[in-house]
């Protein structure tokens, strides 16, 4: 019921932003008779915006805004060998790419990868564990952040459906999550509430089948799971089945509908392990684990579909040793992309060609460590942050915005296994 003097507009929001496009939903604005706004919550401000036609100057506000983080949260693994107890935080100075300790932000079981809402409100962790509440499954964690203490709070914690839960992400209005599990081969989806916590889950899918290799592809192997740019598509990358499902999305209420076709099919043996969409919407990088390639992939946003545009290899042709692609970063203005391959541990740097969305080799160097485990460019992105598990440590590297070329050299911050940095 709208308070007296107050009206109701509807509009759809439908306004592009570099060819990406924001969520095509319907929304109420409540306006009142002399003309002001209710106060509102910058959530739900992101969600009104395109009934007026300031739409881009919303979503330039919001890379503005995050330009501004200056704590780093990050995951690690607490298994056997580890010393690490769960996510810690650090305070970021991007002036000289230093980061200072903060301690433990929150104790969590093996949480090797994080996702926060669009308003770095809230954090989620996908809870790496093979068992959770008696049921042979991980886990998926919600925090509030604090961040003038650097402290994560627990808000609730919830059953994953699947165990190795090894991802986790939110949709682009911070209405709705999504993990991967591992070794459970599966793909569950959960409603975030107004506070941040997590509901049961609303749609599972069991995956069945292997794929060539019988050492990794032995069963489905959910490894990713990324919501296309206007959160009308959930996408599953499965290393195991070498294939990225595919799911219509209502992120009203997280509940997931395969498409039609319901998946794109890599090469056999490929291994797709991790997915990044180009900031125009138009393509999307996948990169292969087992076959150490980046694909791009152009994106069909109306149908939801995927198609080859080029394959590119992270390490020399001449090399056959063990060798593994591990994650991909995009700058915000599309023009550069950087990847991490572990065993042949190593970061290749490419040009990004917002046209074609082909790729172009610039170099390939030290990735300051052993075992890459995942990539963050910082929010100035002056720098590139590598989480290098075996090294114990993640290895700074300067960045240049106009050549794209990274330093040689790294700056090394000491942490117990490291596996995934967010900027909140």
């Not at 959530?43 to 890379?63: D, E, H, N």
């Not at 790419?97 to 996908?126: H, R, Y």
């Not at 460590?369 to 989480?387: N, Q």
Request: proline share 5%; aromatic share 8%; with cysteine.
């Amino acid at each position: 019921m709208l308070r007296a003097r107050e009206k109701v507009a509807w509009n759809f929001c439908c306004q592009d932003f570099g060819g990406a496009g924001l969520p095509q939903r319907q929304y109420e604005v409540s306006i009142r008779d002399d003309g002001g706004m209710k106060e509102l919550n910058r959530r739900k401000f992101i969600q009104l915006a395109a009934v007026a036609p300031g739409t881009v100057k919303v979503l330039q506000s919001r890379a503005a805004e995050e330009s501004r983080r200056r704590l780093l949260m990050v995951g690690t693994q607490t298994v056997s060998g580890s010393t690490s107890k769960g996510i810690y935080a650090f305070h970021w100075d991007p002036a000289t790419g230093d980061l200072q300790s903060a301690g433990l932000a929150a104790e969590s079981d093996n949480p090797t990868f994080l996702a926060i809402d669009p308003d770095a409100k809230f954090l989620f962790a996908a809870n790496e564990i093979s068992s959770f509440e008696a049921q042979k499954s991980g886990a998926v964690s919600s925090f509030a952040v604090d961040h003038e203490a650097a402290r994560l709070k627990p808000i609730n914690q919830v059953l994953a459906m699947g165990s190795g839960t090894c991802n986790v992400t939110v949709d682009h209005l911070g209405r709705a999550a999504f993990c991967a599990n591992y070794n459970g081969g599966s793909a569950t989806s959960f409603v975030i509430d107004y506070n941040g916590q997590l509901t049961d889950a609303v749609s599972h899918f069991q995956y069945q089948g292997h794929g060539p290799n019988k050492d990794r592809q032995e069963a489905p192997h959910a490894h990713r799971v990324t919501v296309s740019p206007d959160d009308r598509f959930l996408l599953v990358n499965d290393l195991g089945l070498d294939c990225i499902h595919i799911y219509h999305l209502n992120d009203a209420n997280a509940k997931l509908t395969p498409n039609d076709p319901a998946q794109w099919n890599a090469a056999p043996g490929s291994g797709p392990r991790a997915l990044r969409f180009h900031p125009n919407g138009r393509f999307a990088y996948c990169v292969h684990e087992l076959a150490s390639q980046v694909e791009v992939l152009e994106w069909d946003r109306q149908k939801g579909t995927l198609k080859s545009v080029q394959k590119v290899s992270l390490i020399p042709e001449d090399d056959h040793g063990a060798t593994r692609g591990c994650d991909i970063v995009i700058t915000r203005n599309g023009r550069f992309a950087y990847a991490a391959n572990r065993d042949y541990d190593c970061l290749v740097s490419f040009a990004v060609d917002p046209g074609s969305g082909k790729l172009t080799f610039l170099a390939r160097g030290s990735c300051g460590g052993k075992i890459p485990r995942h990539l963050a460019l910082d929010p100035t992105e002056h720098w590139l942050l590598v989480a290098n598990e075996q090294s114990d440590v993640i290895s700074i590297f300067a960045r240049d915005e106009k050549s794209g070329k990274l330093a040689g050299s790294a700056k090394d911050v000491p942490v117990s296994k490291p596996q995934c940095l967010v900027f909140v």
